[in-house]
């Protein structure tokens, strides 16, 4: 099935034009697109310096674009507990996060459907993300985020001009708040919207490219409501199907131990925590992924795994990147505390070709720096 002929899909098997204004099924579903034909080297436009030299495998106008230059991040080699493992550096995206792929797609179905103003819930890079393009594309963007957020998380948003609604009660009030005001505003949802996960599909493009038009072994990363794990299956499921890759890579989610949902899932025990401890790794700080059936399966199709780490190895990690030249926000840095585990389990070699992605920038973390800078004295968070 080409591009042009694609649909979008919920999880009880209805269709959906892929011009309907919808972002969720009439189940109450989350969407996905249909399957889409991968790429060849040679269907490249490597005139293109962004995501969209993988236009041709993305279901939008490109007449509509609204583009940052985001995409085509550096996958730098690093030293790691004696191995050489890739490191995809996702803040090198406009607003710092990887975020920026996902909005940049879904703003250009929005835009060429003619979309005016847009809704999201988020008081960190999602927020951030959507604000940005949303600007760029002369959209009103409401940006709806707890009333406890600290300002210092809404200084991004503000600056490109967005409106924040501050809402009473917890995360989850406030996704349902943004559900409830969807019947009046479009729902600009990197959570919900089918469109964010083709966006985010690219990281697993460039990965492609970037080692020769060959699949990793191992791609491992940060995971809160799963995209990145969402994303890298799409795009490997794509080039396989292509006859671009003859494997997939294993894919792996590393989350704080106390809001381990996804792993919780992999490992078939209960996923309803009655307690949920804050973690410094606030991005990941998610209790119900919409889309966790499909997280899992993506993690188990690949042969892959889930990971819980501490926020005391957050921070080792966080320090462990920043000697090697990487300044990691927390949520960032899970991908390495993850990698560590895997490591020292013997489930990552030296032998194979691993990749981490690191989301976002330290830039964001000032305060968790300041605090893993007091930790970085003792030679135990050192390693």
Not at 27 to 48: C, F, H, I, K, Q
Not at 328 to 348: F, K, M, N, W, Y
Request: aromatic fraction near 6%.
């Amino acid at each position: 099935m080409g591009v042009s002929e694609s649909y979008l899909v919920d999880r009880s098997g209805h269709r959906y034009a892929l011009t309907d204004r919808r972002w969720r099924g009439d189940d109450l579903s989350p969407l996905a697109v249909s399957p889409l034909p991968g790429l060849r080297p040679a269907d490249l436009d490597t005139s293109e310096r962004s995501l969209w030299r993988y236009a041709r495998t993305l279901p939008v106008s490109v007449a509509h674009r609204v583009s940052l230059g985001e995409g085509l991040t550096p996958m730098p080699a690093i030293d790691w507990q004696g191995i050489q493992v890739h490191t995809k550096l996702e803040w090198f995206n406009p607003t710092g996060s990887f975020k920026d792929r996902g909005v940049s797609v879904m703003l250009t179905h929005l835009r060429s459907q003619g979309t005016t103003r847009v809704l999201e819930d988020s008081s960190g890079n999602g927020g951030a993300a959507v604000a940005a393009y949303s600007a760029a594309a002369g959209i009103d963007a409401v940006i709806l985020v707890p009333a406890a957020t600290s300002p210092a998380k809404t200084t991004q948003v503000r600056a490109y001009g967005a409106t924040i609604d501050l809402v009473t009660g917890s995360r989850d009030d406030v996704a349902d708040e943004a559900i409830r005001r969807s019947a009046e505003i479009p729902y600009a949802s990197h959570s919900w919207h089918p469109m964010f996960l083709q966006g985010v599909k690219t990281i697993g493009y460039e990965i492609w490219e970037s080692l020769g038009f060959t699949a990793p072994d191992n791609i491992v990363s940060v995971a809160g409501a799963g995209s990145i794990v969402l994303g890298c299956d799409l795009a490997f499921t794509e080039l396989l199907a292509a006859g671009s890759i003859d494997r997939r890579p294993r894919l792996f989610a590393g989350q704080p131990q106390d809001w381990a949902t996804i792993v919780d899932a992999l490992d078939g025990i209960n996923t309803q925590r009655t307690e949920r401890i804050p973690t410094i790794a606030e991005g990941a700080s998610i209790a119900r992924p919409i889309r966790l059936p499909e997280v899992v399966e993506a993690i188990q199709r690949s042969a892959g795994g889930g990971i819980r780490v501490s926020d005391d190895e957050i921070h080792s990690a966080m320090v462990t990147l920043a000697r090697r030249g990487l300044y990691a926000e927390p949520t960032s840095a899970v991908a390495a505390a993850a990698l560590d585990r895997l490591l020292d389990a013997g489930t990552i070699t030296a032998d194979q070709t691993t990749v981490i992605v690191l989301t976002g920038t330290g830039l964001k973390a000032e305060a968790h720096w300041r605090n893993a800078a007091q930790h970085s004295r003792s030679p135990s968070v050192l390693g």
